[in-house]
């Protein structure tokens, strides 16, 4: 019989990892819109993964905004796909991440492997349009695939720390990570008119 005392600790620990990996590619979205667009398109992309952290850190229910913004983020998905950029399917990809993690609360499914394929998705966009990788990285591919296995590591290993207060953290560690995608897509448009 499964023991029912680590359920929730579990369900915590699937939803904290979705939103750390849709962090990671969340960068990539403002930088797009900002040049191809209006920055302020993104804001319902990067406020949905900000409020989930929100409610991660225990500072209130987020469900009402995060579902409000699901039909926001499927017309930005249109969008971006619609600028016809070579960008354009990392960025619909990156968006698709935001928008699974919004979408957590109509059923209380993380969807973790979702959101790992989306994120692996704008890695390899990257790399199909021979974006340099980050120092270290054979290929785009590899860098979020071995940053999904670290943030594992952190929230699905024994002792994992999921208190409210512990979603600092893996926060800041995928926040960080997610500033390889910023300067790389900054480069890639840098030559877009």
Known sequence: MPDQTSAPMRARAERWFSVAV??????????????????????????????????????????????????????????????????SAAVAAAVDAALL?????????????????????????????GIAAPEGYASWLSFEALGHADLANIVFGEGARLDPGDSFEIRFKSGEESMNYRNSIKAWLRDVR
């Open 22 to 87: 849709a962090t990671r590619v969340n960068s990539v979205l403002s930088v797009f819109f900002e040049k191809l667009a209006r920055q302020e398109d993104s804001f319902s992309a990067v406020q949905a993964v900000e409020s989930a952290w929100r409610e991660a850190a225990g500072q209130g229910e987020e469900s009402g905004f995060q579902l409000e913004s699901i039909p926001l983020l499927e017309r930005l998905k249109e969008k971006a796909i619609s600028l016809e950029n070579s960008a």
């Open 101 to 129: 993690v919004s979408s957590y609360h109509r059923d209380g499914n993380s969807r973790v492997a979702e959101v790992m394929a989306s994120a692996l998705a704008v890695a390899l966009e990257f790399d199909r349009h």
